[in-house]
């Protein structure tokens, strides 16, 4: 039972256009909600995150929408550079209801942004 | 300012045998955690702590053992390794109460193989 789901495997875009990246999730109790990016042989950095009073929050290029009556939020890139070509996972939390810190991830969606 | 650091970052073993993966943290923070990362998976909780002493089991927890006498480590044990427990193991760090709405921090993973 997934409770955070990215449903798209991979997404390739071309250089200088709109990347965007989709996470479900399914537990409403979720109040925190991050994008890690993970190149090869190397661990996941912390890209940008939303908490859920917001709906909205950027930062340079990225932008994170959080639409909580769908529990759906979306990373938005703009423009897409070749060095964003990764592996991006949605993660979310609970902070305020005893499991402060723990995230539970979604499998990963590969991005891949070609010159 | 070596942050998290995980070792080894490459390790070959056969089944049946007992290894350790080792994490070690320079922040002071309290939580730590350790991941497996496998295709079609995501990444998935082993283990937690909360302080030197406190650890709880996470969503994949069979067949490992974590200690945290000290603030700073957590290593990783596999007391009888099996061929499932192939997979690339990251360690994350999170400072605690008081610092919700922060994102966990990862090292850079220990690539375990077992033949």
């Known amino acids: 039972d997934q409770q955070v789901k990215q449903n798209s495997p991979s997404l390739s875009v071309q250089e200088g256009r709109i990347s965007i990246l989709n996470c479900d999730y399914t537990?409403?109790?979720?109040?925190?909600f991050l994008w890690y990016k993970k190149y090869p042989a190397e661990g996941p950095t912390f890209l940008i995150s939303?908490?859920?009073?917001?709906d909205k929050n950027e930062d340079g290029r990225f932008t994170v929408f959080l639409n909580k009556s769908a529990k759906h939020l979306s990373l938005h890139i703009v423009p897409s550079q070749p060095g964003d070509s990764a592996v991006y996972f949605c993660a979310a939390s609970n902070n305020y209801g005893g499991s402060q810190g723990n995230l539970i991830f979604g499998k990963g969606t590969k991005l891949s942004v070609k010159p | 300012d070596a942050g998290i650091t995980q070792s080894p970052r490459y390790k070959i073993t056969e089944t049946g045998r007992q290894v350790t993966l080792m994490c070690h943290q320079t922040w002071s923070h309290s939580y730590m955690f350790w991941y497996r990362q496998d295709l079609g998976h995501g990444l998935r909780l082993i283990y937690y702590?909360?302080?030197?002493?406190?650890?709880d089991k996470g969503e994949v927890s069979d067949g490992y053992v974590v200690s945290r006498s000290k603030t700073e480590n957590f290593p990783l044990t596999l007391e009888s390794a099996t061929r499932s427990q192939t997979s690339v193991y990251f360690c994350?760090?999170?400072?605690?109460?008081?610092?919700?709405?922060?994102?966990?921090?990862f090292g850079d993973g220990t690539r375990l193989s077992i033949l």
């Open positions: 702590s909360a302080a030197a002493d406190i650890t």
């Open positions: 537990n409403s109790m979720f109040d925190y």
């Open positions: 939303i908490s859920s009073i917001k």
């Open positions: 994350a760090t999170y400072p605690g109460q008081g610092a919700e709405n922060q994102p966990q921090h």
